[in-house]
């Protein structure tokens, strides 16, 4: 398939940035949507744009997701062949201070985004919309690796409610329309660039400047760390791979999550390797050269001790599979972190 227009919503953010560059790079033709909320440095924000502003092929709109006739009006005249939706109200600690902004941002928005990917669909000019969920919405599930056939009833946060009421949205709408449409579940994603809200970020920024690093649950907690490279180029890569509603629930393979009423898939985006926090840490350590104090306090309401990905089903419809090590990407994230900081 011969995609060369893509509307990736979130450009202003880490995930949209790094993906908006890889595109480029690869000579897609890419249009950025996004708002500048002040839910973490704008600064941060506005420095991403401004890179991605200066290369030939990006142009944007700077709105906000609920902001329907503005997300509409960038759709119809871009006229993309392919939405990537990656906005959105992120921080699973921020869903319990402020809920509200997470029904706005990821259920509201997300079915505007949903209504520009049906009129373009039903114009001809949309192929797929592809749209990111989270490793949150296993929340209660204790088996792991998280396999995307697993059940995800049972949502700890309205962060991840929010994400999970975005799948079920969009399966409707597949289903309706007959809008290919795949979902990508990211486990703790991380890199140059990050949010400063994020675990990575927070470690090194203490660190670097002598302040103690809290470790939740005591530090005995298991991330699937994912290099933010790595997570763009399997994007990338599932931006082909646009699901085929089948004859028959016969036809779908075993371990797929294709739906059988539906072009519609889920699929997670991880490293597949279960790495302990308190290591993550010393691969920080070593990169900065200094050791952390540390704070040992309880689990936090809503967070889990442990994810790890199952990527079985990205391997099979790509072919890719991330592996960059969460040493060499924690000593990569330093050294962007001293770079842009001066740290």
Request: glycine share 8%; hydrophobic share 45%.
């Amino acid at each position: 398939m011969n995609v060369r227009r893509v509307l990736v919503t979130g450009t202003a953010g880490f995930i949209g940035f790094h993906l908006a560059q890889l595109l480029l790079d690869e000579g897609f033709v890419v249009h950025g949507y996004d708002g500048m909320t002040a839910y973490y440095d704008a600064r941060l924000k506005q420095d991403r744009v401004a890179l991605l502003a200066a290369r030939p092929g990006f142009s944007s709109t700077e709105a906000m997701l609920e902001d329907n006739a503005a997300l509409q009006a960038a759709a119809n005249q871009f006229a993309p062949d392919v939405i990537v939706h990656l906005a959105a109200q992120a921080g699973v600690r921020y869903s319990i201070e402020n809920p509200r902004a997470y029904i706005d941002s990821n259920v509201v928005g997300t079915f505007n985004v949903m209504e520009a990917a049906r009129r373009l669909k039903a114009d001809g000019v949309l192929a797929h919309l592809l749209i990111a969920s989270t490793s949150s919405v296993y929340g209660g599930n204790t088996e792991m690796p998280f396999a995307e056939t697993d059940k995800a009833d049972l949502p700890l946060t309205i962060y991840a409610a929010t994400k999970k009421a975005g799948e079920a949205m969009t399966h409707a709408y597949a289903h309706l329309w007959d809008l290919p449409t795949t979902l990508f579940r990211f486990f703790t994603v991380y890199g140059p660039w990050g949010r400063p809200d994020m675990a990575p970020f927070l470690f090194t920024d203490a660190i670097a400047h002598g302040r103690p690093i809290d470790l939740f649950n005591n530090g005995a907690m298991v991330r699937d760390f994912t290099f933010v490279t790595d997570l763009v180029r399997a994007i990338r890569l599932l931006i082909d791979v646009p699901p085929v509603r089948p004859a028959s629930a016969s036809d779908i393979a075993e371990g797929d999550s294709l739906s059988p009423v539906a072009p519609w898939r889920v699929v997670n985006i991880g490293n597949a390797e279960r790495v302990q926090l308190t290591d993550f840490i010393t691969a920080i350590e070593d990169a900065l050269g200094v050791k952390a104090a540390r704070n040992l306090l309880p689990m936090q309401p809503g967070d889990v001790a442990a994810t790890w990905a199952d990527t079985h089903l990205l391997q099979r419809l790509t072919g890719y599979k991330p592996e960059t090590g969460y040493r060499e990407g924690a000593r990569r994230f330093v050294a962007w972190y001293r770079e842009y900081y001066g740290a």
